[in-house]
């Protein structure tokens, strides 16, 4: 048997000392990844305005803490606005303006139009890179490597929707006729679209909902997450001139401030939104016509690890790791429990326990890191207070140095055994806490996804063929993606990213996020000579973006 660690202090792992000398000085800080100054955040973009702002705002400390004088302390980023209704809803009107009830400049613009203005902002943006590389860094303390693959991979999403939309449109640029009808069949864009991003990936996820919405034509009024407010600030130059006046609207301050007169106008078409159930559904009860609003929804999800007792313990330790710990396991595709059978259960968390301490711990620029500053300073209380709850009923720490707390920065804990009695079961702790549930019989694990409230993602670990058929096939039932060796993920974005249950509303890819913000519409009529000629003239004279059979390279 392993030996059981239940103290967090354990002198083999991080002690509260080692954790606090991995926080620098100001000027330890290499000068390739200090800020140069404050972001004084105070403008908002309306109308194709950037309006200055001369009220309250708030600032924006990074989780990021320097060594001075006195102790550690918070370095500050900046600050952003704390608007009020009034601006928010003067961001609807331009929205709502800018859409003039499907008759806008942009709803109406043919696609290739819309494909050059995305371009033109694509291009844009990557001139902001190292600007918001930086910034994500520092606000939310994603490592480099990891903030620079969200820009990247966000600049790659905008080139894989552009080719999507082409796809798509080259395949509606054609006639049908059935039945003596004529007809062709295109998307058409929804209407106003909020747009509200997650903040542990503020510009990927978010933008995943921003510009499938933007390039089918729909307006935008876009509501930055806190944290992760900062990071969109070099880019309201590229939305100011890429599009038209009042396409895309940015909101700042205060969810419960700015939100709700948003939803309780009526004028929302969908929502976009990926968070909390909890939020979403608070906001979506406001709208008055719940029958007018479309929900685009990713939300929470306990994704579960199955490990099977013939698995490679090696490969599954490794994708566990990536799965329970990537970004400090916050992530709403991580793994976020693990079972494990019996047999192999001692064996596994001995390798997983190792594998942690093979893990570097430090600040967002440390080379190889993995375990950084957590960008919420109640974090690492909750987390603390989860892992007391399951010690009270029971459990253990396995690793080494596992709970040790300093500042913003907490060191992983594998919890052991958890069962039902404790938070950890259910609860979706969205951090460096790894609850691992042991089994006999291989309904455990299968019940406990069948009664779940989420139902996302599975990850399966083993290597008898029968036995992973056999759980595939009821469990596809139960979640959106069954991940076979390997750790639960959104990628590639090509793929379909949904969930069942309380995970999700909609489907996410590429492909998949132009349907969601957009209907199917026609225009159809009798198969008749006068009708034809009507037909025929329109198109051939190109005097209709939507009636049209042109065919984008």
Not at 369 to 387: A, G, H, R, S
Not at 509 to 517: C, E, G, I, K, N
């Amino acid at each position: 048997m392993i030996n059981l660690i239940s103290s967090p202090t354990n002198t083999t792992g991080k002690t509260q000392d080692q954790l606090k000398l991995l926080f620098p000085t100001a000027d330890n800080v290499p000068e390739a990844f200090r800020l140069p100054t404050l972001i004084n955040q105070n403008e908002y973009l309306i109308n194709g305005e950037l309006r200055h702002w001369e009220g309250d705002l708030e600032t924006v400390w990074s989780p990021i803490h320097l060594q001075t004088e006195t102790g550690l302390a918070p370095a500050p980023v900046g600050h952003f606005p704390l608007l009020t209704a009034q601006e928010s809803l003067a961001a609807l009107d331009a929205a709502v303006a800018a859409y003039d009830r499907g008759r806008g400049l942009w709803p109406t613009m043919s696609v290739a139009q819309r494909i050059e203005h995305m371009q033109d902002f694509a291009y844009r943006m990557q001139e902001k890179r190292d600007e918001v590389v930086k910034l994500l860094m520092w606000e939310i303390g994603k490592s480099f490597k990891d903030s620079q693959k969200e820009f990247d991979r966000t600049v790659t999403y905008i080139e894989d929707t552009i080719d999507a939309l082409k796809n798509l449109d080259r395949l509606s640029s054609r006639f049908e006729i059935a039945e003596g009808v004529i007809g062709q069949i295109r998307r058409a864009p929804l209407g106003v679209v909020l747009c509200m991003g997650p903040s542990n990936y503020p510009l990927n996820e978010t933008f995943t909902l921003l510009i499938p919405a933007l390039i089918m034509g729909n307006t935008v009024v876009m509501k930055m997450p806190r944290p992760g407010v900062l990071p969109c600030t070099p880019l309201l130059d590229a939305f100011q001139k890429a599009f038209p006046p009042g396409v895309v609207n940015t909101v700042y301050g205060r969810g419960r401030v700015v939100t709700p007169p948003l939803m309780a106008s009526g004028q929302i078409s969908a929502f976009a939104f990926i968070g909390s159930s909890r939020a979403a559904n608070e906001l979506k009860k406001q709208h008055p016509k719940f029958n007018r609003l479309r929900t685009i929804y990713g939300l929470e999800a306990k994704n579960p690890g199955i490990i099977l007792p013939n698995a490679d313990l090696d490969l599954a330790v490794q994708e566990c790791i990536l799965g329970t710990l990537s970004y400090n396991g916050q992530r709403c595709t991580a793994l976020k429990i693990l079972f494990v059978h019996r047999q192999i259960v001692d064996v596994f968390l001995e390798k997983f326990s190792a594998a942690i301490a093979n893990l570097k711990v430090g600040m967002p620029w440390d080379e190889g890191v993995m375990i950084t500053p957590l960008p919420e300073v109640e974090k690492t209380q909750y987390f603390t207070d989860l892992v007391a709850d399951a010690t009270q009923h029971g459990a253990s720490i396995v690793n080494a140095g596992g709970g040790t707390v300093h500042a913003t920065i907490f060191y992983p804990a594998v919890v052991y055994p958890v069962t039902p009695e404790m938070r950890l079961y259910t609860e979706e702790q969205f951090g460096p806490v790894i609850p691992v549930v042991p089994y006999d019989d291989i309904e455990t694990p299968i019940n406990y996804i069948v009664n779940a409230n989420y139902g996302q993602q599975v990850s399966i670990f083993g290597q008898d063929t029968d036995a992973i058929a056999e759980l595939i096939d009821p469990l596809v039932s139960q979640v959106c993606r069954v991940n076979l060796n390997s750790q639960c993920q959104r990628g590639p974005d090509t793929f379909p990213f949904a969930g069942r249950k309380d995970s999700a509303v909609g489907t996410l890819s590429v492909s998949d996020a132009l349907r969601s913000f957009s209907i199917r519409t026609l225009v159809a009529a009798k198969e008749q000579p006068l009708n034809k000629a009507i037909i025929s003239e329109i198109v051939r004279e190109r005097k209709s973006n939507f009636l049209s059979t042109d065919f984008i390279l």
